[in-house]
């Protein structure tokens, strides 16, 4: 079976950094997702990790940690754009599933 | 940029009607799929398809849903009898090279309500 965790809400200020915490069980890994859904719109593509590490794209960064199960993402220089619902995502070892975690969603106050 | 592009944006049935959800891939993409999301809950699979067949399904995908590829550019959700429960937005997603690529490409939704 799939289970993929995250916290369901979360809230930081603007121009703070917040960390989203994902946690997975999954019978196959090829690879870890996140994107960004507004409400009422189509999730969009922030960062991808296959292998263990950090990645960087300009105020997100993604680690992982497939031995433990465990991803984050990290957005800095929060701004007030920022509030959406972040979902993390496991692909599966075929490469034609991906399982979402339900959401977590950003509040960014001033 | 290229974009998956899906009609109808919203759509209002009435119970047990049959609708059709169409979706145009990115065009040199060759992985397609179907995802819902029912109002407040995570993003579900319901089915991939390559190469004009199917190549995985979930358990939501029963004989109530089914897919197709009538043409070169369209890709088609059917679903039939509909009931209350179906209320949703449905994503088409469309992937290049399946599990060798980066990421899947969502498009707007279809937001489907049975009434």
């Known amino acids: 079976g799939q289970n993929i965790d995250q916290p369901t809400e979360m809230t930081a200020t603007e121009g703070a950094i917040v960390q989203i915490n994902c946690t997975y069980q999954?019978?196959?890994?090829?690879?870890l997702f996140w994107y960004q859904q507004h409400a009422g719109e189509a999730p969009t593509f922030l960062s991808y990790?296959?292998?263990?590490g950090l990645e960087e794209k300009g105020r997100f960064s993604s680690f992982l940690s497939r031995s433990k199960g465990y991803s984050y993402l990290l957005l800095k220089e929060l701004q007030m754009k920022d509030s959406a619902s972040y979902l993390c995502?496991?692909?599966?070892?075929?490469?034609?599933?991906?399982?979402f975690g339900t959401g977590t969603s950003l509040t960014v106050i001033p | 940029e290229p974009e998956v592009t899906q009609t109808p944006s919203h759509q209002v049935t009435q119970m047990g009607q049959e609708v059709i959800l169409r979706c145009v891939p990115i065009?040199?993409?060759?992985?397609f799929y179907w995802y819902r999301q029912i109002l407040g809950q995570k993003v579900e699979f319901l089915v991939s398809?390559?190469?004009?067949?199917?190549?995985?399904k979930s358990e939501i995908f029963d004989d109530q849903f089914s897919v197709e590829r009538p043409d070169g550019s369209n890709f088609t959700l059917k679903i039939r009898s509909t009931k209350l429960e179906d209320s949703a937005m449905y994503f088409c997603?469309?992937?290049?090279?399946?599990?060798?690529?980066?990421?899947?490409?969502f498009g707007e939704g279809s937001w489907l309500t049975v009434v």
């Open positions: 990790n296959v292998l263990d």
């Open positions: 999954t019978s196959g890994f090829n690879g």
């Open positions: 065009s040199n993409h060759l992985y």
């Open positions: 398809f390559y190469n004009n067949e199917i190549s995985e």
């Open positions: 995502a496991v692909r599966d070892r075929t490469g034609n599933q991906f399982y």
């Open positions: 997603a469309s992937n290049p090279q399946g599990a060798a690529g980066n990421t899947i490409y």
